[in-house]
């Protein structure tokens, strides 16, 4: 999801404001957290430690995409979408 975020503010900054990509993240934050809560529910102890990681790595990211969001009002400068760009294809 965090890849599919970081494309649209890479293919149309005009059509999508950085708010409403923060609101679609802070959406996605909500399913972590929701998340977090079935996984307490897992028996085997090996796939409920695997699967903590990847959200907890999960909320990590989302949690950078928004503060990078954040700081910039405007549009995306170059240095911003190089560390967006380095995030999306490290998720992937």
């Known amino acids: 999801m965090l890849f599919d975020y970081i494309q649209e503010i890479q293919k149309d900054v005009?059509?999508?404001?950085?708010?409403?990509?923060?609101?679609?993240?802070?959406?996605?934050?909500?399913?972590?957290?929701?998340?977090?809560?079935?996984c307490y529910k897992l028996k085997?102890?090996?796939?409920?430690?695997?699967?903590?990681?990847?959200?907890?790595?999960?909320?990590?990211?989302s949690a950078t995409l928004t503060q990078i969001l954040r700081q910039n009002q405007g549009r995306v400068d170059n240095v911003q979408l190089a560390q967006l760009n380095d995030m999306a294809y490290r998720a992937v």
């Open 44 to 61: 085997n102890r090996a796939i409920k430690e695997e699967t903590m990681q990847e959200i907890q790595d999960a909320k990590i990211k």
């Open 14 to 38: 005009r059509k999508l404001t950085n708010e409403a990509i923060v609101v679609k993240l802070q959406a996605l934050e909500i399913v972590l957290n929701e998340s977090i809560t079935l």
